[in-house]
């Protein structure tokens, strides 16, 4: 997903994008434009213009290539995004970690600070923030100031990409937890996507998310503001799947399930905004508190609810399967004790009505983990006479009809770069005892653990600075 697909561009604008590989300033024929998108440009400004001020300067020239009410926008990279800090290494750096120390080899990365500052010095009458995750490359979800994640919500659990020679000692997804937990998100978050204007921004969109792993015919684009959530296709292939989301939702109205979506048509699926709590949410509170007991009393009842609307028969089969009927995608009423059902996608004939309850329990900890200390998924599925096996393969053949495999290739192979501290000192140790007359070998090992003494002296220098205890505890352990 490209950083310029989400965004709503007026009709019969004219648009300029310029990509990060931007060698020197063009003329562009004195043309004057409407929007101006700045691919990762910012961050080679300085190998472009040779100033006092490259950043505030390269912006300026783009500046002037607006009209008078045009819109630039500019992605970024955050030099202390959570993703560097977990060890991966910067395109612009030589190593690992060099970004916390503002050391680059070429171009440069700012923080948020300093962005604030570069656009002071540009003299917008607006600006907006965006925060995408994983990155502004390709998102999985964009958050603003106008909806900030907390630590408990799934769209958090985002794929993470890595570049080349990263050493990745800490799970990202926990770290930026914790920052978010301690109101550190926007100094931490791993990229910005920066709106400026002279003309008022339109605030009203708060939230987007985009289904990158999956097959183009399935792919869509989530859109949230104040009153409505609404889903798009991203292309015309996804068309059909905006279709069968509208026939979900007539057949579960008729079977007589609290729906939230209202208007649907060929091109989009929209719903009333809810100021409800989720039900996942409201169940891993309940865990937080260890009131075991209404977690299962709420299951039960949940359980019971959406049995007596499927008509289960003695088999414990049902006809309409809603497989997205999860604690996530259920906002409830704790008051009047109902459930309203959203984001519905899923339909599958003739299934134990048991897979909607393995699915549910399944996501809930995969979204929250740390509930596992609390109350073992284990122990959930043994009350509820859950066998997993019995469902395993029926959950992979459907992640393999919905996703794509040549995009999971990629992300899985993120993974490779990720290591516990205890297994690269480990390695360390290994070599050391090798008994080799290898010069090479043993300035590899000198130069490793000149990157643990940087990496030492850096995370010292992080302590050093105004961050809360927890951040503190959080970064020593990284050591």
Excluded at 270 to 297: G, P, Q
Excluded at 320 to 334: A, K, R, S
């Amino acid at each position: 997903m490209n950083f310029t697909d989400w965004y709503e561009i007026e009709e019969n604008s004219k648009v300029l994008k310029v990509n990060k590989n931007i060698e020197k300033l063009d003329s562009y024929n004195e043309e004057k434009y409407d929007y101006i998108f700045l691919d990762g440009c910012l961050e080679n400004a300085n190998k472009i213009i040779k100033s006092e001020e490259p950043c505030v300067d390269f912006l300026k020239f783009y500046k002037e290539k607006l009209n008078k009410n045009g819109t630039l926008l500019i992605a970024v990279d955050n030099a202390m995004g959570v993703k560097y800090l977990v060890g991966n290494k910067s395109e612009h750096c030589n190593k690992i970690y060099d970004s916390l120390k503002k050391e680059f080899k070429q171009g440069e990365l700012f923080t948020k600070k300093e962005l604030d500052k570069v656009i002071e010095k540009l003299d917008f009458k607006y600006s907006r923030y965006y925060y995408p995750l994983p990155d502004y490359k390709q998102p999985n979800v964009i958050f603003t100031d106008e909806y900030l994640p907390d630590e408990n919500n799934s769209k958090i659990n985002y794929n993470i990409i890595y570049n080349e020679n990263s050493l990745i000692v800490q799970d990202e997804l926990n770290v930026l937890k914790m920052m978010i937990q301690e109101n550190k998100f926007i100094e931490f978050t791993n990229s910005y996507i920066i709106e400026l204007s002279n003309k008022e921004i339109d605030k009203q969109t708060k939230y987007y998310s985009f289904n990158n792993m999956r097959k183009d015919k399935y792919a869509l684009i989530l859109k949230m503001n104040d009153d409505y959530v609404t889903k798009i296709p991203t292309n015309n292939e996804a068309i059909d799947h905006i279709k069968k989301i509208h026939e979900n939702s007539i057949k579960l109205k008729e079977l007589g399930f609290n729906i939230a979506e209202e208007i649907s048509n060929q091109k989009q699926i929209r719903s009333k905004f809810i100021k409800l709590e989720l039900l996942d949410k409201h169940i891993v509170k309940l865990i937080d508190f260890n009131e075991k007991e209404k977690v299962y009393e709420l299951i039960d009842d949940w359980y019971k609810y959406i049995s007596n609307k499927l008509n289960v028969n003695e088999q414990g089969i049902i006809k309409n399967g809603f497989i997205d009927m999860v604690f996530e995608n259920t906002f409830y009423n704790e008051e009047k004790k109902e459930y309203i059902f959203f984001d519905q996608e899923w339909y599958k004939e003739n299934i134990q009505i048991k897979f909607l309850l393995y699915r549910a329990i399944s996501n809930l900890y995969a979204h929250n983990p740390k509930i596992e200390k609390k109350i073992l998924k284990t122990e959930l599925f043994k009350k509820y006479n859950i066998n997993e096996n019995d469902f395993k393969q029926q959950e992979e053949d459907f992640q393999k009809e919905v996703i794509d495999e040549k995009k999971r290739e990629f992300y899985a192979k993120q993974y490779k770069y990720i290591i516990s501290s205890e297994e690269l000192l480990q390695i360390i140790k290994d070599v050391k005892k090798l008994d080799v007359d290898n010069i090479e070998l043993l300035k590899a090992i000198q130069n490793l653990n000149e990157e643990i003494k940087k990496r030492d002296k850096t995370i010292e220098d992080l302590l050093n600075k105004s961050i809360t205890h927890k951040i503190k505890k959080m970064i020593k352990r990284i050591r």
